[in-house]
T-cell receptor, first 112, second 114 residues
Framework: DAGITQSPRHKVTETGTPVTLRCHQTENHRYMYWYRQDPGHGLRLIHYSYGVKDTDKGEVSDGYSVSRSKTEDFLLTLESATSSQTSVYFC???????????FGPGTRLTVL | GENVEQHPSTLSVQEGDSAVIKCTYSDSASNYFPWYKQELGKRPQLIIDIRSNVGEKKDQRIAVTLNKTAKHFSLHITETQPEDSAVYFCAASSRDNAGNMLTFGGGTRLMVKP
């Protein structure tokens, strides 16, 4: 499982509240990614990081921000959660000389 | 950007039969094509991948074929078993500063009936 953990694993929150999801890796992988998974849409890239403090937007970045202050941690923040952000969120990592992305266990977020 | 279409969305086969899942991609610059298997409630896991300089790759009962000209690639599972039941995702990417920017297909739910 490439030493990837996500916290929390489940969260229920209300519309308009801020939410932060954490991805932690122990593999010293350079690249980290946040995806959301919704029925019929597969996995869609939200944001990614190619190094400490180096991040960029993915396909569905509106309403999300990220930060990476250490190699091992990649945070995803929903500044003001909306019901459309109810989803399962997966973090993934990849090493410098590999092509495989390793996924974390996922976080199920419900926004009421 | 890249667009990946995956068919069928659901596939039901009898145990022992073969299963084929097909994907098409739009960006001719894509050069890496992984397939992920996701069991219910679990994380996606890589089962096989292929680079654009190879036309076919096999690993025991699974194989992937790639047609760069037509921009499509397929996953073949032979002698299916109940434990092959899962959702399968194809993806396409080209490596750049972001590492591998994977664009995923919508997924295929494979059901293998005993």
């Amino acid at each position: 499982d490439a030493g990837i953990t996500q916290s929390p694993r489940h969260k229920v929150t209300e519309t308009g509240t801020p939410v932060t999801l954490r991805c932690h890796q122990t593999e010293n992988h350079r690249y980290m990614y946040w995806y959301r998974q919704d029925p019929g849409h597969g996995l869609r890239l939200i944001h990614y990081s190619y190094g400490v403090k180096d991040t960029d937007k993915g396909e569905v970045s509106d309403g999300y921000s990220v930060s990476r202050s250490k190699t091992e941690d990649f945070l995803l923040t929903l500044e003001s959660a909306t019901s459309s952000q109810t989803s399962v969120y997966f973090c993934a990592t990849m090493g410098d000389y590999l092509n495989e992305q390793f996924f974390g266990p996922g976080t199920r977020l419900t926004v009421l | 950007g890249e667009n990946v279409e995956q068919h069928p969305s659901t596939l039901s086969v009898q145990e022992g039969d073969s299963a084929v899942i097909k994907c098409t991609y739009s960006d001719s610059a894509s050069n890496y094509f992984p397939w992920y298997k996701q069991e219910l409630g679990k994380r996606p896991q890589l089962i096989i991948d292929i680079r654009s300089n190879v036309g076919e790759k096999k690993d025991q009962r699974i194989a992937v074929t790639l047609n760069k000209t037509a921009k499509h690639f397929s996953l073949h599972i032979t002698e299916t078993q109940p434990e092959d039941s899962a959702v399968y995702f194809c993806a396409a990417s080209s490596r750049d500063n972001a590492g591998n920017m994977l664009t995923f297909g919508g997924g295929t739910r494979l059901m293998v009936k005993p």
